[in-house]
């Protein structure tokens, strides 16, 4: 398991274009898709974080939640950990 020093950071804001290997399960999503997300915050908040495998909170890109009152997220999917290293450093 995780522990809070190895687990990735990923900046709120930040798209994330995910290819279909790189995410799992995700509500209203189409598995063995692409999916784009702006990421909200990543679910460190879970008492069993996965070795492969972390939570992300964000919306899809045409949301308008910087032109509207704040929201919550559009979607939450399941995204390797491996595909949120290459984009982010580990804190």
Known sequence: MNDAGDLPTVKPGTLLRLGPD????????????????????????????????????????????PKVDLHPPCMELRISVAALRRIGPTS
């Open 22 to 65: 790189d995410w799992s399960l995700g509500r209203d999503l189409t598995p063995g898709t692409h999916v784009d997300v702006v990421v909200a915050w990543l679910r460190t908040d879970l008492a069993h974080l996965s070795e492969e495998w972390m939570w992300v909170r964000g919306h899809r890109p045409q949301c308008e939640y």
